[in-house]
């Protein structure tokens, strides 16, 4: 393994960039979106660029960026455009990448390829991230469930929101998965909280 990790959520709006942007801090790697939408409200690029507290040169740009906050595959569709993923190749750099997707991965990125196969490409084990609250057994062994099938390495999973540790039992249970960290609500987000998270909330053996 190289470094690199490929953060999805078991739904939009999950926290998958905060959790990108604590890896960023707290293990010192770069930050790649391959594909960007909802542009139009801004980039997650910019975002961990705040949140970790990171220069540009710390990142990478989008191999697509659109401004639509739709699903990948009609948000090309929408500009007279298509996503290949031909196109996406990792930056030739030397050190390890955050890599954030879009959506979760069964989230389509033209007529024929998912989120999932874009990970194949890029070969990085996966992290989950999911929310404590409820529905999130369903939605998070789903999730593994799909990464396991298309014989992908889920690397583990991270828990966002109010702690629910029956919740965190069940994920790990049922999903023989193990919980590599923990995101509580947190009312300022900069790159302090985020590595003093990491330190308190994390398994950092599993990062070592």
Known sequence: MNGDFFVTGTDTGIGKTLLS?????AL????????????CEGTDRETVMKWAGVAADR????????????????????????????????????DAV??????????PLNNEALMLDLIRELRAPVIVAARTALGTINHTLLTVTAIRNAKLDVYGV??????????????????????????PWLE???RQTLIATFRQHFDSRAFE
């Open 21 to 25: 942007s604590l890896l960023v801090a």
């Open 28 to 39: 010192n790697r770069k930050y790649w979106k391959p594909i960007q939408t909802g542009a």
């Open 158 to 183: 991270v828990m966002i929101g109010k702690d629910h540790p029956e919740n965190r039992r069940a994920v790990e249970h049922y999903g023989n998965v193990p919980i590599v960290g923990w995101i």
């Open 59 to 94: 990142t990478f740009p989008e191999s697509y960026i659109f401004d639509l906050p739709v699903s990948p595959h009609f948000a090309a569709a929408q500009e007279g455009n298509a996503i290949e993923l031909r196109r996406i190749r990792r930056p030739a750099s030397s």
């Open 188 to 190: 300022t987000i900069n």
């Open 98 to 107: 955050i890599i954030e997707g879009a959506g979760g991965v069964l989230v």
